[in-house]
């Protein structure tokens, strides 16, 4: 049987996978190698460094400069698309006949390039951008910076009609497959959850001394959870709250310092991360927007003890009856009590490894994503 090749536009490196979107793609490329697919990487470099460990992944690994600036700033394409243009890239994708993927919004530039057309080209769906892009407008408070989001907002709105040149979308979220479905019915949407590279639940029964919120603290979104989580949640509580993520801002810090029962972890590498999910208590994850799949609820989920929620984190999950729910300030410390006077049981860890390995395993889905690309049954 001849070999398999894919080519993967990707929007960043993939490569270390600390991060929601990146984490799909790393370890899509992890799935999709296992599988004997021959796979040609082309990224775009802007804050990461080409990384070796890619090369054991891929067949080939090419990257490309991204065209950040004013330039790409004034273009009536969204600045995430404009600055990802690479006439290096589009030869190459030229020079074979594999079908493509197409990571993220972003990397679509050349969706609609007619010299790609009777290709297979799959769109990999992370967010509904425009809707991404205003929630981030929101949660901003810098109104230069909120201008900017909501202007790129419209454009990625306007844009996302090059999605009808695409043999197939794949959605994180039944949510959001949905949506594309409603948009391009013309078009084949297949709900495919994000790959996490977790292969067993490794959750701890019993119980842990904290609570715990993580996340990239440098996007506004989770800078404005970690602030509820603090002035609206565990402001009048005796439980220890940790935040832990990247980057986070120094007015953060000092907010923090101004509650006994708060601790602020900057930067922790993979394994400290994995340690302050694993020995928490309860993990608190709440969101303002309902986009995309927060790959952070799967991880949480595989590694941590209970996981408390509000009901924007689980939109389109079908995670529901994994989580503890709470959709006010009043409802969560109620719920946090309530979850530090129990023991997280190894009958609550069964029925989790029997709900993800059936929906959420990334082997399973590497099958379903080969039999799109390849038409193979």
């Not at 080939?60 to 404009?82: C, D, F, M, N, Q």
Request: aromatic share 8%; net charge positive; proline share 5%.
């Amino acid at each position: 049987m001849p070999d398999k090749h894919l080519n993967i536009v990707s929007f960043t490196i993939p490569f270390p996978p600390n991060y929601g979107g990146v984490i799909d793609v790393y370890h899509k490329l992890v799935a999709l190698e296992k599988s004997g697919i021959k796979i040609h990487l082309h990224c775009f470099r802007y804050d990461r460094n080409p990384a070796s460990e890619l090369d054991g992944l891929c067949k080939t690994v090419t990257y490309y400069p991204r065209k950040t600036g004013i330039l790409s700033a004034l273009s009536v394409r969204p600045y995430i698309v404009e600055s990802r243009r690479s006439s290096e890239l589009l030869r190459n994708l030229c020079s074979n006949n594999y079908p493509i993927l197409f990571e993220g919004l972003h990397s679509c530039y050349y969706l609609a390039d007619s010299r790609l057309q009777g290709r297979k080209l799959i769109y990999r769906e992370s967010n509904i951008e425009h809707d991404y892009y205003r929630h981030l407008a929101r949660a901003e408070k810098s109104l230069p910076v909120k201008a900017f989001m909501l202007r790129e907002s419209l454009k990625l709105k306007k844009f996302q009609h090059v999605l009808k040149h695409s043999t197939a979308m794949l959605a994180v979220s039944q949510h959001d497959a949905s949506y594309l479905h409603s948009q391009f019915p013309s078009n084949k949407v297949v709900y495919l959850p994000s790959f996490h590279g977790n292969d067993q639940v490794t959750s701890l029964p019993g119980k842990g001394g904290y609570a715990l919120y993580h996340g990239n603290l440098s996007v506004a979104e989770n800078l404005r959870a970690a602030e509820y989580l603090i002035r609206e949640v565990f402001n009048d509580l005796q439980i220890p709250l940790k935040i832990a993520g990247l980057n986070p801002p120094s007015s953060l810090k000092r907010l923090a310092d101004n509650h006994g029962n708060i601790s602020l972890v900057a930067n922790p590498d993979e394994v400290r991360m994995d340690e302050l999910i694993k020995q928490a208590h309860v993990n608190v994850l709440v969101t303002f927007q309902p986009t995309g799949l927060k790959l952070k609820l799967l991880n949480t989920l595989y590694r941590g003890r209970f996981v408390l929620v509000n009901p924007d984190m689980l939109a389109g999950t079908g995670l529901d009856t994994l989580c503890e729910t709470a959709g006010d300030a009043l409802s969560l410390k109620a719920t946090l009590i309530q979850l530090f006077n129990e023991e997280f049981t190894p009958g609550q860890l069964k029925e989790r490894e029997s709900i993800l390995s059936k929906n959420y395993s990334d082997d399973s889905n590497c099958k379903k994503l080969i039999e799109v690309i390849f038409d193979d049954p």
